[in-house]
């Protein structure tokens, strides 16, 4: 993204592994989820869906928290470098959560906010 930022909501650094299948990609992609705020979300893959594709997705905000499932648009795509050694996320994709439960979205306003005081003092 370039520019100025277009975000509405704060959002928190993560390092959280992702499970995302769109309606091509049945079995699902592993993918790493590197920023998150109650809008959406970044996820670093080398498989990035196409934009304005809508995906599902699954994660786990910490070891044993109850698993988190969410449906989201992609909204912008970066490509993988195709000079990039063998391993490397170079990949993206930023996506807008498009429908979540009520328990889910509360516990991930919990997460969040408990993340953010945690990064104003590090």
């Known amino acids: 993204m370039t520019g100025a930022e277009r975000r509405q909501r704060q959002r928190v650094t993560v390092n959280i592994g992702t499970v ?3 309606q091509i990609e049945v079995d699902g992609t592993d993918a790493l989820m590197s920023d ?3 809008g959406g979300c970044c996820i670093r893959t080398n498989r990035p869906s196409p934009g304005g594709s809508e995906i599902d ?3 786990r905000l910490f070891a044993g ?3 988190f499932s969410a449906r989201a648009r992609v909204c912008w795509i970066r490509e993988p470098k195709a000079d990039a050694a063998p391993g490397d ?3 993206a994709m930023g996506v807008e959560f498009t429908q979540i439960d009520e328990d889910a979205l509360l516990r991930l306003k919990r997460f969040i906010a408990e993340k953010a005081e945690t990064e104003l003092f590090v």
């Open 89 to 91: 996320i170079t990949g």
């Open 57 to 59: 997705m699954q994660f």
């Open 20 to 22: 995302y299948h769109d």
């Open 65 to 67: 928290a109850p698993l």
């Open 36 to 38: 998150l705020s109650l």
